[in-house]
Antibody
C-alpha cells in the first residue's frame, strides 16, 4: 500500500525557517518524481515545487522561489521541503504528492504568525 | 503562467443526476512529447485530494466509470453521471504540461 506521511509542521514566526519531511512507503520511491502542494485555509490548491526521481530537475512556484528548497534522499525514502524567510501567506496545509498526484499524504499544517 | 479557468464555482445536483465541469486553459496543454497533461481531482471534506482522471480521459485505479473526462488543446470537461453521495466535494483540474503547474480554482459539487 502506497503511503506518504508528512511531518515537521507547526507554528513559526515570520522570517523564521521550517523543514518539512514526507516519508514514503509501499513503492520504489527512487523511481518517481515528487511534488509539494499547499492549501491555505479555506482556499484552493497551489502547486509549490517538484523534483524528479534523481533530483536532476527541480522547479518552484514563483511565490516560493529563492525561499524554499525541495530535496530528497532516496536511501531514506524521504522528500523534504526546506522553508526559509517564512511569511504569513505561507500559512497552509502542505501535502506531498507522488508524480501526477496519484497518491497524496494527509498533509501537515504550517502556521506563520507572530 | 497557464491560467486554468474552471466553471462553475458551485454546482447543485440531485442524487442520480448528471453534471459537467469545465476547465479551460490560457494556452494549449499539448506537451512536446505529444501527451496532454490535464488531470482531475476530488477533495472530499476533511480529506486529501484524490486523483480521478489523468491525462484528459484516463480513469485512475478504482474510479467508477460514472466519471469521464474529455477535451483537447485548451478545453476540457469532467462529466459525472448517476451522482452518488460520495461524489460530493470540491473538484479541481490541474495542468502539468507547463511549469509552474497550475490548478483550477475548484468546483463545489453539492446537493440541491
Amino acid at each position: 500500500e502506497v503511503q506518504l506521511v508528512e511531518s515537521g509542521g507547526g507554528l513559526v514566526q515570520p522570517g523564521r525557517s521550517l523543514k518539512l519531511s514526507c516519508l514514503a512507503s509501499g513503492f520504489t520511491f527512487s523511481n518517481y518524481g515528487m511534488n509539494w502542494i499547499r492549501q491555505a485555509p479555506g482556499k484552493g490548491l497551489e502547486w509549490v515545487a517538484s523534483i524528479s526521481s534523481s533530483s536532476s530537475y527541480i522547479y518552484y512556484a514563483d511565490t516560493v522561489k529563492g525561499r524554499f528548497t525541495i530535496s530528497r534522499d532516496n536511501a531514506k525514502n524521504t522528500l523534504y521541503l526546506q522553508m526559509t524567510s517564512l511569511r504569513s501567506e505561507d500559512t497552509a496545509l502542505y501535502y506531498c504528492a507522488r508524480r501526477l498526484g496519484d497518491y497524496w499524504g494527509q498533509g501537515v499544517m504550517v502556521t506563520v504568525s507572530s | 503562467d497557464v491560467l486554468m479557468t474552471q466553471t462553475p464555482v458551485s454546482l447543485p445536483v440531485s442524487l442520480g443526476g448528471q453534471v459537467s465541469i469545465s476547465c479551460r486553459s490560457s494556452q494549449s496543454l499539448v506537451h512536446s512529447d505529444g501527451n496532454t497533461y490535464l488531470h482531475w481531482y476530488l477533495q472530499k471534506p476533511g480529506q486529501s485530494p484524490q486523483l480521478l482522471i489523468y491525462r484528459v480521459s484516463n480513469r485512475f485505479s478504482g474510479v467508477p466509470d460514472r466519471f469521464s473526462g474529455s477535451g483537447s488543446g485548451t478545453d476540457f470537461t469532467l462529466k459525472i453521471s448517476r451522482v452518488e453521495p460520495e461524489d460530493l466535494g470540491v473538484y479541481y483540474c490541474l495542468q502539468s504540461t507547463h511549469f509552474p503547474y497550475t490548478f483550477g480554482a475548484g468546483t463545489k459539487l453539492e446537493l440541491k
